[in-house]
């Protein structure tokens, strides 16, 4: 049972996949550890390959995963870029994690996925 606090900063994105019919997509990321209290990065206009730097903290009690979700921020409401979920046992076990992590594609109907989201992420065991 993973128990602590983890801080994680989203540094970045790269290779989004355009959902915009006009214009370039209006990234932003979703992140939570329990879906009662989500975070969220601000949005980045105009961009496929954003950079955020901006830092979260959760207390983490028993949850094995943390969720992700890249939506393009529209007038009337987000679409979904891409999502994935990070194992936090892995996180837990070596107290850090610095790299690129894939946002794969639905159902696999594309190799090339959706992008990668740039995490650095510490845990402290309580």
């Known amino acids: 049972m993973v128990v602590g606090i983890l801080h994680v900063t989203v540094?970045?994105?790269?290779?989004l996949k355009d959902k915009d019919l006009l214009g370039k997509s209006d990234p932003y990321v979703e992140l939570y550890v329990d879906h009662h209290h989500k975070q969220r990065t601000?949005?980045?206009?105009?961009?496929?390959?954003p950079v955020w730097n901006e830092s979260f903290t959760f207390?983490?009690?028993?949850?094995?995963?943390l969720h992700l979700k890249v939506l393009d921020k529209d007038i009337l409401?987000?679409?979904?870029?891409?999502s994935c979920t990070v194992n936090l046992l892995d996180i837990a076990?070596?107290?850090f994690f610095d790299g690129w992590v894939p946002l794969p594609a639905w159902f696999g109907l594309s190799s090339a996925g959706n992008g990668e989201v740039h995490l650095?992420?510490?845990f402290n065991k309580a």
């Open 11 to 15: 540094v970045a994105a790269r290779n």
């Open 42 to 49: 601000q949005v980045a206009g105009g961009t496929l390959e």
């Open 59 to 65: 207390a983490v009690n028993g949850e094995d995963k």
């Open 77 to 82: 409401d987000s679409d979904s870029m891409g």
């Open 93 to 95: 076990s070596k107290g």
């Open 120 to 122: 650095k992420m510490t």
